[in-house]
């Protein structure tokens, strides 16, 4: 028994995080692994358990499937994997699962991100607290006498290869124009499936030339943070690209869910223009299925081209709150074919409704080979507008901040909506802000669009200084 693990600390909204052997042990995960088949009623069916490559992923699978089978589950280990070869486990043998990763987080760090049978998220709202709080009463109490139903089975299964095999059943490169593309794997679980899935390590080869940069599995992270939505860690991708006269550069982050797209020139092309991009070819893919108006997701700080691309292509654009529990259900409940965020995690309705940068990648890869232009020309074509990009701010007093920023466009011919913090839009529509506090950190996150940036960044500027402000204390 333990009094020392407060599961509080490391159970966030949509996830678990926390550092290891502070806020998080293998004793802790075991109670979990126990919670979550009861909590969710799996004792007698099959439960996934996989991990990524960071030092302590092995020790605590292996934990979670002792508390998992000791209530009765059978699990089945999938050894180590990214988080979509878990979503796609999940949603092909339709099966609750975990996988064990901190993604972009530093190494001193792990946590679990959770699914319910075939795919379905599990948050605060849908089971996240119920298990924590079971685990801390079992962490505090001991585990029950298991007598009511036998222990559970361990068994092991790879799924790389039928997880490679899908993916490029949904997009197919075999007849693109001969591409060259420089891969940062930043030493995480990219480093294993791109060589699956784009190269020939598993399947046969695709007309792709890959210049891998730190595929080496390595939670450590010895060359730099498995995080590629900080620019500093993109530094390396883009100088190999413009050294290897490469076609365009990849970035997987640690876990490989989400994943940035670099021109030829070693220049980021934003998620809002990869949402774009995909979103016009999932449109016509299934428009031509006899499909009328499919729905594409997007959360309010993607550019406002995503919504303007998806009505030119025929498409609905719904727009939806941050966070990838919101966009999940509203793609379930839509029946939408396809929804992007700005933090570059895409969702594919042919994919269980879950996210996967590597079946993004293929679509652009597929775009790109498919024509002659280059990719800064063609990804221009989706970036019409200035972005700001997110900014932060340290704030103690949020509210504040977005209040006395509110009340510098009292009068001005502006819309405000509070729908995820407060977004102040130009009634002509040639620029927009949204100022959203974090729930975990004390930062005010900043984002804008402008039609140019002479129009944005005299705004942005001003928005900064107010938000940021020494306020007078009593």
């Not at 990849?250 to 021109?263: K, T």
Request: aromatic residues 8%.
């Amino acid at each position: 028994m333990s009094e020392e693990i407060d599961l509080s600390q490391s159970f966030k909204a949509y996830d678990v995080r926390g550092i290891v052997g502070q806020s998080l042990n293998a004793e802790a995960v075991e109670a979990i692994g126990a919670a979550f088949v009861d909590i969710l009623g799996l004792t007698g069916d099959t439960v996934l358990v996989g991990g990524d490559m960071r030092p302590s992923s092995a020790e605590f699978s292996a934990a979670f499937a002792r508390g998992a089978t000791y209530r009765g589950a059978n699990v089945v280990m999938l050894g180590q994997i990214s988080t979509d070869e878990l979503y796609f486990a999940s949603g092909q043998l339709d099966a609750a699962g975990v996988v064990f990763t901190a993604s972009h987080n530093p190494a001193q760090y792990n946590g679990i991100k959770m699914s319910k049978a075939g795919a379905l998220p599990i948050s605060s709202d849908t089971g996240l607290y119920d298990i924590r709080d079971l685990a801390q009463q079992y962490l505090d109490e001991g585990l029950p006498v298991s007598s009511d139903a036998p222990q559970g089975s361990v068994s092991r299964r790879d799924v790389l290869a039928d997880y490679s095999g899908y993916l490029r059943s949904l997009v197919d490169l075999s007849a693109i124009r001969p591409l060259k593309i420089v891969v940062d794997a930043g030493n995480g679980m990219g480093g294993l499936t791109t060589p699956a899935v784009l190269g020939d390590a598993v399947l046969d080869g695709l007309p792709l030339e890959i210049v891998p940069l730190y595929f080496e599995l390595d939670g450590t992270f010895p060359n730099h943070p498995a995080n590629p939505l900080e620019p500093e860690n993109l530094k390396d991708l883009q100088a190999a690209v413009l050294k290897h006269g490469a076609d365009l550069g990849l970035a997987f982050d640690g876990d490989a869910d989400r994943c940035f797209v670099i021109d030829e020139r070693g220049l980021p092309l934003s998620p809002s223009a990869i949402t774009a991009l995909v979103a016009v070819r999932e449109i016509a893919r299934v428009q031509a299925a006899g499909e009328a108006s499919p729905v594409v997701i997007h959360n309010l700080i993607t550019s406002k081209a995503v919504p303007e691309f998806v009505t030119r292509a025929g498409g609905t654009p719904v727009m939806t709150r941050v966070g990838h529990s919101f966009i999940k259900a509203e793609m379930a409940e839509q029946g939408a074919v396809f929804g992007g965020e700005h933090s570059a995690h895409y969702y594919f309705r042919d994919f269980y409704n879950a996210d996967t940068g590597m079946l993004a990648a293929m679509h652009v890869l597929a775009a790109l080979g498919g024509q002659d232009l280059p990719l800064s020309q063609l990804g221009a074509e989706y970036e019409p507008y200035v972005a700001t990009g997110e900014i932060n701010s340290e704030v103690e007093d949020k509210a504040g901040a977005t209040a006395r920023v509110v009340a510098r466009f009292e009068g001005q011919p502006v819309e405000i909506s509070t729908m995820d913090g407060t977004t102040i839009a130009a009634a002509d529509g040639s620029w927009w802000i949204n100022l959203r506090p974090s729930n975990t950190e004390p930062y005010l996150r900043f984002n804008g669009e402008g039609a140019t940036a002479e129009i944005i960044e005299p705004i942005r500027d001003a928005v900064l200084a107010i938000v940021r402000q020494e306020q007078p204390t009593d």
